[in-house]
């Protein structure tokens, strides 16, 4: 398990390392504190859950092939879509961004992509050391273009430049590992029309995790590199939970998930109390003016850790719970519950704004809302699915 955490925890350092070596380096280096945000968003976004009858076949079985076929063509059609409106969507909405920053994205994303695909078809053959080279290739890249940048070159167009070469070298890891070819068939088509109600599962997950790193990119600037790159180093505890409780049950999960949540959510709530009491004391608290000090990344740093490892944890539960719903709930019903959830955080984002009270958001209160909102998504899953093992355990 400990060799498992380090092949895990090294490429999970790589990115704030990047993001790091970013803002302490180049003045005017605000790629990656947009990009990653965005792109990640979108391939989180994208990852409507195509693969599933495909993964719980296994060669040899009667259609194994044929589901092969199905999940490259829903695939194939996923990126290629996806692709097509994020570029569309960052050239018409107002958001500031240069041709040169939407390219990046894009290049980046696809990257992210068939990276994204590459490492589960590892995972779930237990491949471990090649998901860790995969993964190496996917988070160190980033620090590349900063290294070249250095030396004379503009950094706008070295980032491109790398962006398409680890773009092919990525193609070929996926072509390798999962042995499928891009085609694009209705039966693909069919099979994202079925499971297109997870859309709006994944626009949860994606709206957790990267609005609140947009907001705080837009609204604390200067201090954008260093909440990033805090955020991704807070990862490591969501690492230390996969590894120890989610990545060596995936087959469990997929053919007893709510056996296995039943047997997981004592230790799933021993988390939670602390995660959202943290939370309210950051909101209660005045902590953000000490952010006004000389030192004030050392400082920033030490008041981040805490509310953004909470933030992690609360993110590891809700992300288990509703990858849960994928296994066993009709697509009817997850959808609804999808709803609800996004209605809850339309809600809340409505009383911010009509009541002025954005414009005064710390940066430490953003992580601390982002709990709460995350706290109420999850009640709502284990009220409709999961209500007589969690809440009377």
Excluded at 100 to 107: G, N, V
Excluded at 266 to 293: C, E, F, K, Q
Aim: net charge positive; glycine share 6%.
């Amino acid at each position: 398990m400990s060799r498992l955490l380090v092949l895990r925890l090294v490429p999970l350092l790589m990115r704030p390392a990047a993001v790091v070596l970013e803002g302490a380096l180049l003045s005017d280096g605000y790629i990656l504190i947009l990009l990653m945000p965005v792109a990640m968003m979108a391939l989180t976004i994208s990852s409507i859950p195509v693969h599933l009858d495909y993964f719980r076949s296994h060669a040899g079985m009667a259609g194994h092939i044929r589901l092969g076929q199905i999940y490259s063509s829903a695939f194939s059609w996923l990126t290629l879509v996806s692709l097509m409106v994020l570029a569309g969507l960052l050239m018409v909405l107002p958001l500031g961004f240069s041709p040169l920053l939407i390219s990046a994205i894009c290049l980046t994303f696809l990257i992210e992509k068939l990276a994204d695909e590459t490492c589960r078809t590892l995972e779930f053959s237990k491949a471990f050391v090649k998901w860790f080279l995969v993964q190496s290739l996917r988070s160190g890249w980033f620090i590349l273009p900063v290294g070249v940048s250095l030396t004379g070159a503009d950094y706008g167009d070295s980032f491109l430049a790398f962006a398409g070469l680890i773009l092919i070298l990525m193609a070929l890891a996926f072509l390798r590992v999962t042995g499928l070819r891009p085609r694009l068939g209705l039966d693909g088509m069919a099979e994202i029309r079925t499971n297109l109600v997870f859309l709006a599962g994944s626009l949860l997950s994606a709206g957790y995790v990267q609005l609140p790193r947009l907001l705080v990119a837009k609204l604390f600037p200067e201090q954008a590199h260093v909440y990033l790159a805090t955020t991704q180093l807070c990862q490591g505890a969501s690492l230390i939970f996969s590894v120890q409780y989610q990545i060596p049950y995936r087959k469990i999960i997929a053919r007893r998930p709510k056996l296995f949540q039943r047997r997981m959510w004592p230790t799933m709530r021993r988390l939670l109390v602390p995660v959202v009491l943290t939370a309210i004391l950051y909101l209660a608290g005045d902590a953000s003016s000490l952010l006004a000090y000389p030192s004030r990344d050392i400082v920033q740093v030490a008041l981040l850790l805490p509310i953004l490892t909470a933030d992690t944890l609360m993110l590891v539960v809700l992300s288990a719970h509703l990858g849960y719903l994928q296994w066993f709930v009709g697509k009817y019903s997850a959808f609804m519950t999808y709803l609800i959830c996004i209605g809850t955080a339309g809600l809340w984002a409505a009383l911010l704004v009509s009541s002025g009270l954005w414009q005064a958001l710390s940066l430490l209160a953003v992580p601390a809302l982002t709990i709460l909102t995350g706290a109420v998504w999850l009640f709502i899953v284990i009220m409709r699915y999961f209500r007589r093992s969690p809440l009377h355990g």
